[in-house]
C-alpha cells in the first residue's frame, strides 16, 4: 500500500481569494497545492498573497500548464472530484495512498471532460436544498480534512 499523501488540485481556479485561503488551509494540512492554468489572477496578486497571509513558505505550490500535465505527473493517485452535482457525498470517498482532491473554479466547477474519465469518483457536500453551492475555500476545507481524518492526521496529531 502507497503512504497517504494529499494533494489539492484547483482546476482553473478564478478567485484569488479563495486560492489564498485553500493554500493556508494547505500548509496548516500538510497537502500540496496545485493550480492548473489557466487561472484568473497573477501569483503576485495582492488579494492572493494576503489571504494566504504568511503561510506562502510553508505551502508547496505547483502551476500546471493543464489537468493532463498534472495528472501524468501523478499517475498513481486516487482522484476523487467534486461537484455540487455528484449523487455520492464525500462521506463515500476512501482517501488512502497518495489522493488528488479536485475541484473546478468557481464560476463552472469542473469540466464534463474531467468528470467523464473518472467514472464514480465524483462527490459532493451535502446541503440544504435550494443552496446551490458552498465558498470553494470552505468546500476545500471540509474535505481536506475528512482525508486527514481518515488517516489519523498523519503529521499534524498532537
Same mark, same amino acid.
Given at each position: 500500500?502507497?503512504?497517504f ?10 478567485i484569488p ?8 488551509t494547505?500548509a496548516?494540512?500538510g497537502?500540496?497545492l496545485?493550480?492548473i492554468k489557466?487561472?484568473?489572477f497573477? @501569483? &503576485? !496578486? +495582492? ?5 494566504? /497571509?504568511?503561510?506562502?513558505?510553508l $505551502?508547496?505550490?505547483?502551476v500546471?500548464p493543464s489537468f493532463?500535465?498534472? @495528472? &501524468? !505527473? +501523478?499517475p498513481e493517485?486516487?482522484v476523487? /472530484?467534486?461537484s455540487?452535482?455528484? $449523487? ?5 470517498i476512501?482517501?488512502?495512498?497518495p489522493? &488528488?482532491l479536485?475541484?473546478g473554479?468557481?464560476?463552472?466547477g469542473l469540466?464534463?471532460?474531467? $468528470?467523464?474519465?473518472f467514472p464514480?469518483r ?6 440544504k436544498p435550494?443552496v446551490?453551492s458552498?465558498?470553494l475555500a470552505?468546500a476545500?476545507?471540509? $474535505?481536506i480534512?475528512?482525508a486527514?481524518?481518515?488517516n489519523g492526521?498523519?503529521?499534524i496529531?498532537?
Open positions: 500500500m502507497d503512504l499523501s494529499l494533494d489539492v488540485v484547483l482546476h482553473e481556479p478564478a481569494q479563495n486560492a489564498g485561503n485553500i493554500a493556508r494547505c496548516a494540512a497537502a500540496k496545485h493550480l489557466p487561472l484568473g497573477f @501569483l &503576485s !496578486s +495582492r488579494h492572493l498573497k494576503r489571504a494566504g /497571509l504568511d503561510y506562502w513558505p $505551502v508547496d505550490v505547483a500546471h493532463d500535465a498534472y @495528472l &501524468s !505527473s +501523478r493517485a486516487n476523487c /472530484l467534486f455540487a452535482k455528484a $449523487v455520492r457525498t464525500y462521506e463515500d476512501r482517501c488512502a495512498g489522493v &488528488s479536485v475541484f473554479n468557481e464560476n463552472d469540466p464534463g471532460s474531467i $468528470v467523464d474519465r464514480g465524483s462527490f459532493r457536500i451535502p446541503m435550494g446551490r458552498l465558498n470552505v476545500a476545507s471540509i $474535505v480534512y475528512e486527514l481524518r481518515q492526521f498523519p503529521g496529531r498532537d
